[in-house]
């Protein structure tokens, strides 16, 4: 039987994180996005709903719920801004889940458990300035000395760059492998922001998720403990794409409350608005935007849904999420597009929220994988081209809190 139903655990999460959005978020983000502000006592209100322990076990300080209730919480944020759902993807799904499930127990109880009681922000250090899609281009390296790894490198486009303390960061190990881009020399460490070297800064000509906080990040020979490599020196770049499991899963999420969001917009103003002696929502070809948005909210949650069961059930969803993930930005962008279309020139202005859904939702068409890399992604699979092999960690089914 597939039973679409919720829990009540789910709904009560979904309530509360509707509810602290609506009250904390909704009233000050027109004036924290026009002023390019982050402002930390979300993290504070996010940490006091449990939200940033959401899908990390209680024994690792966490909230103990499912991954169901992570792509809830996501979808709840986005839904008022997307700088908040940001938070989840990389604090929770890139990084927290990725120590979960690859972390040793020291560093479990290290990092994880305070990251996930929300007294420590985490984030996630894969892209250069010449690597993104294109991850093995990276040019960071370690190296080792003693029993110490010295890192050198620079990382950009970081979310949270300036606020996070601990981050996941990738770099080369194999300086042999690393000349043949063998992804075999690619390895995982945790650097925490007061090692010394280590310096971030803020992008300054970002124009979405302007409440958001990116930036960039240096290495200057920062030393980080030989117990600060997450699982084998080999296995960095395997812990760099499991990381993208979970958190393009709450890009999906996310994206998903963004539709809704564009939804609900669109049929308010849609009655508002009166042209021709008609409110605008009578015209057949405003319907056909606002029925647009609702097939694409069901079919983007559905997706997202299901790669969430899979995960409570400790099934692999690298596929089943990376679909969920593309159709879900994909269409957010329709729908942020057509929301701006519906409201006419007042959607071109940023009295309406619609500008804002508009601008922050191209982002996550771009990050954890772009359109065009998801495309081919699920065209590979398809083709046989592409097989996802068992993993020496996967990510833990949900055993219930
Ligand atoms: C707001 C924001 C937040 C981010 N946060 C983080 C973060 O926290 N941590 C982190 O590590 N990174 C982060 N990123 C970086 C993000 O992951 C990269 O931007 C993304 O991987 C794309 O890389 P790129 O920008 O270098 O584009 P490129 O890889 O240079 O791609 C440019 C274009 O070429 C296309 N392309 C590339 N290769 C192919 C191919 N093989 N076939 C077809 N088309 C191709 C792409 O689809 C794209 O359209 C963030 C980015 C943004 C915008």
Redesign the pocket.
Known sequence: MIDFTLTDEHRLLEQSVREWAAREVQPRIHDLDRAHQFDPAFLAGMASIGLLGVAVPQEYGGAGTDYISLGLASEELEYVDTSLRVIMS?HIGLNCLTLLAWGSEEQKQRYLVPQAQGRKIA?????EPAA???ARAIESVAVKRGDRWVLNGE?T???LADLADHFLVFAWTDLQKKKVRDPAGITAFIVERTFKGFSSGPMKEKWG?LAGN?GHFVMQDVEVPEENVVGRPDEGFKIAMFALDQGRFTVAAGATGLIRACRDASVKYAHERHTFGVEIGQHQLVKELIAQMESDYQAARLLWLRAGWLKNLGRRNTRETGLAKWFATVASERAAGDAVQVHGANGYSDEYPVGRFYRNCK?AV???G????HK?MQADYLLGYRVDRASRCELPPYRGS
């Open positions: 990389v984030g996630y250090g894969l892209t993104g899609s294109d990382k486009w970081i979310s998720i990116t982002g771009i990050y954890e772009t359109r065009e890399i081919i």
